[in-house]
């Protein structure tokens, strides 16, 4: 019985890559299989995460779905955050508010009413995160459902959709939601698409920080062009690669080609990706940057109390690697290396953004019973 049960579970799978992850349920009993992307949106003045969630009917019958995709937790911004949501976090709420950028329930902003703190001075926050969702194929903006006690009712582990097990999405999207005084969610919702056998819908939502809710909108009509969210995604893979050209392998181990690339990217964020400033030409790319008063040498991603040393022992771990490796039995492997400058566009505040909980809600109805799906 046991067994039954374990084999009419659906099958999940995560994928990792250098710039995204992947991870993919595959639900047998209901005929529904669901991906979802995560990446960073590279070479842009705002900066967001971006998701992209598909649901394909792999059944054998017409699939009618309603969904609420999207994050369980969205936390605003404005001022110290990080101590007050450790020490203080349900003090913090009353501070935390859901603001609305046009008339509608598509564009949320998530910020504070001001500045938490015990000063004499009062300071009205303006910046806030923000959460934009569409049908990728159409490019409609879909509502946003914020009111965390709509899904999960009491739950406070936010584990069961108790709130849309005992309503529907149309009935949550008809009521009143409240955002005032405590932390908010932000799901997208579906309402009743019909899919026929082998067809799929994708939802895509950005999440981000804007430094006014005036932002919103035209970030909004960016996003949503047809064929954005493809591109950024391509391109996205396109930089680790740029990133990482440097250290490109080639064995008969794929694996250890993708190490190479990884070790070196998690390195480079660590101790800094150093970039030739000034005036580069000919000459100057044959002669000591170090000693040329004409350039600079500026590393990029190089944190505070990050080290750039870390770059020679890269190159040590490197070539100890590959002693060992080109030493053993099976060592019949030949290496190629290309060396390419790039630079990477991102906006600063691509770390700003605080999400949390990544989940899909879902209820199917077809000629199988109904089901939730909670991620």
Do not use: C
């Amino acid at each position: 019985m046991d067994g039954e049960v374990e084999d009419a579970k659906p099958t999940r799978t995560m994928y990792v890559g250098t710039n995204e992850m992947e991870i993919t349920e595959d639900d047998d009993v209901h005929g529904l299989s669901t991906s979802v992307i995560y990446f960073v949106l590279p070479e842009e003045t705002f900066a967001a995460l971006v998701r992209k969630t598909t649901f394909t009917n792999t059944g054998d019958d017409t699939l009618t779905l309603s969904a609420l995709d999207g994050l369980a937790k969205m936390e605003p911004t404005g001022g110290k955050l990080q101590w007050g949501l450790k020490n203080i976090g349900r003090t913090l709420e009353g501070w935390m508010g859901v603001y609305q950028a046009d008339k509608t329930l598509n564009l949320p902003f998530y910020r504070m009413s001001t500045e938490p703190g015990d000063g004499a001075s009062v300071k009205v926050e303006k910046a806030g995160h923000y959460a934009i969702s569409f049908v990728e194929k159409s490019g409609e903006l879909l509502p946003i459902v914020f009111d965390t006690e709509k899904v999960f009712g009491f739950a406070s582990t936010l584990q069961e959709p108790n709130g849309l097990i005992a309503s529907s999405v149309t009935d949550i999207l008809a009521n009143p939601q409240y955002g005032d005084a405590k932390t908010s969610s932000a799901f997208a919702a579906l309402e009743k698409v019909t899919l026929k056998p082998g067809d799929s819908i994708t939802l895509v939502s950005y999440y981000g920080e804007a430094e006014a809710i005036e932002d919103v909108p035209k970030i909004a009509k960016k996003v949503s062009k047809k064929g954005y969210s493809e591109k950024k995604l391509d391109r996205a893979r396109e930089l680790m690669n740029d990133l990482t050209s440097s250290v490109e392998t080639h064995t008969a181990n794929h694996l250890f080609d993708g190490a190479i690339k990884q070790n070196y990217l998690d390195n480079s964020l660590r101790g800094g990706m150093p970039i030739i400033l000034g005036e580069v030409d000919d000459d100057a790319r044959s002669s000591n940057a170090d000693e040329d008063p004409r350039l600079k040498v500026y590393h990029v991603f190089s944190r505070i109390h990050g080290y750039v040393s870390v770059g020679s022992r890269l190159v040590a771990s490197f070539q100890l690697t590959l002693n060992l490796l080109f030493n053993s039995p099976q060592a019949t492997w030949s290496v190629t290396t290309m060396t390419s400058t790039s630079t990477l566009l991102s906006s600063r505040r691509a770390l700003a953004t605080t999400v949390m909980l990544p989940r899909t809600v879902a209820t199917t109805s077809s000629s199988a019973p109904e089901s939730e799906h909670l991620w």
